[in-house]
């Protein structure tokens, strides 16, 4: 068909589990209530200088108290389920490196109604246990760069799923555990904030058998609930036909993808990302048998995915550039790779966290993970753009997110016509929440929150998302000009 002309719509595969996904400190506020304890954001956050505007997750989007009138707003866009996380601080708030201490009733509680109230709307819950808020507590006694951690997660996600998963079906260990290392503890752009590289790869192989932990808790727990784990992937791509541009896609594909695919799905480190490192450490935190626990059997993969990555070969001369989207920081995220690597800036369409925009990088991850590791069952767990909204007449015509949702869930379909087992697509966000380092500056919700006056709209996009759910397909796009 040509460009402009309609064409017929796509279907999605029947069952097919359309979300949008939050996480606890992004939404819920309530930070000091029943119980909970500091976590490294609340640290973080309160620390001057970390987070633009000097915002913190302290109210947030109130979603701990408001969150009925929030699954309210989701029946009526018809959503099928629901992604959120548990906050680790609210369950076991008394835990030490030494031992979980008392599960917090209160805490549990409140996940208990929240699933008890998603289910009577109709909506399944999809429980992540951990996205990014460690007890201040632990990171205190070293964090992720500490063995305990991930012996306190396994206990943690015990006492969840034991909770829980009589009514949740699918619980995710993790949430981007690219991001809680090397933002977390290389770069330092998020929480605790450290830039230590030994540290950091300390923390990949501590996330990956807390994922391991996790998951065989899960199952000892909740025998008949699914077990995923959710990875920030890249679609790594060079214009340059240099070798050494060859080489940085090998090297960034490592320290992203495979250094956390490889143990999960397949027993082992790549060895590759084992001697591009070994200057900065000789992975001894590698204890004989954690293999073994780290490769645990999957359920589902979740893959996030926003921006594509474009690197080149650098060979030292001259400023290296930047331009890799992962926030301002003297230490880079890529250890040992920033003498090899650059990330050129891409001309092109950007989102407003300057994030360049390439839906074919959707298509080809869930492309790569089928043929790599055909049977896998795939859910795009997050997906979305963040554009400086506003609310004009009761209305935020945000038509640039409905381009992108367009583009991202046509790439979704491209992947399943190929094959592809894709069985969700959770959109991120479903509220503007807490961006991070970014703070209130970044809307990436379907729902505007007016953070005066906690007031929610539903923006263009929740009625665009809405209608490819009602019909579980994507409808023609619109001939230029024509309405939305
Ligand atoms: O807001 C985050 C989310 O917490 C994790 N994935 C990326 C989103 C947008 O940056």
Redesign the pocket.
Known sequence: TAPDSPGPSRAFPAGFAWGTAT?AY?VEGAVAEDGRTPSIWDTFSHTPGRVVDGDTGDVADDHYHRFREDIAIMKGLGLTSYRFSVAWPRITPQVTAEASGPVNAAGLAFYSTLVDELLAAGIEPAVTLY??DLPQALEDAGGWANRATAERFGEYAEVVAAALGDRVRTFITL??PW?SAYLGYASGVHAPGRTEPAAALAAVHHLNLAHGLGAAAVRRAAPTARVALTL?LAWVRTEGRRSSDLDAVRRVDGLQNRVFLDPVLRGHYPADVLADTASVTDWSFVLPGDLDLVHQPLDALGV?Y?SPTVVRGWDGRGPRAEADGHGASEHSPWIAATAHVEFPELPGPRTD?GWSIDARGLRELLLRLHTEHPGLELVVT?N?A?YPDVVVDGRVHDEQRIDYLRDHLAAVLDAVDAGAPVTGYYL??FLD?F??GYGFSKR?GIVHVDYATQQRTPKDSAAFYAGVVAANALPPRPAAGQAR
């Open positions: 996480a992004q996205h990014w949430n981007e991001c920030n996030n926003y966290m997050e979305g963040a991120w966000s929440n961006e991070w990436f």
